[in-house]
């Protein structure tokens, strides 16, 4: 697959997500405005280049909470992250799958860690 190909099915990846979404941040509930909702990876590119082009691995943001959740790629804020995702967009949700995008341990976070208690 070339780069334009990769670019391409990427993006009918992402696009197909999104279309399926509220119009309107996962994290803060914001209404789409400018600049526009963003899509952001929980587990990043760098850190899964072949894994990371999962729905399981998406939430759609606004971008001060896009710029916030990448100021924090720490294990508190996957937990974080992973509860909006339950919260917002269950359909795609997988705690089994999102912790195969990239080699970790399989306890790394548990669905007791993702109770909001
Ligand atoms: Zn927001």
């Not at 759609?60 to 790629?73: A, V």
């Not at 705690?95 to 109770?115: A, C, F, H, Q, V």
Request: net charge neutral; charged share 30%.
């Amino acid at each position: 697959m070339n780069a334009k190909q990769y670019y391409e099915q990427n993006k009918a990846i992402r696009d197909t997500w999104a279309a399926k979404q509220k119009r309107r941040c996962m994290k803060c509930h914001s209404p789409d405005q400018w600049p526009g909702l963003q899509i952001h990876e929980m587990e990043q590119k760098s850190a899964a280049p072949r894994s990371w082009l999962d729905p399981c691995n998406f939430l759609l943001l606004c971008q001060r909470d896009h710029e916030g959740f990448h100021n924090g790629n720490t294990r508190d804020s996957h937990i974080e992250q992973l509860r909006v995702k339950i919260r917002e967009d269950a359909e795609h949700f997988s705690l089994g799958k999102w912790l195969t995008l990239r080699p970790r341990g399989e306890d790394y976070i548990t669905m007791e860690d993702l109770s909001e208690n």
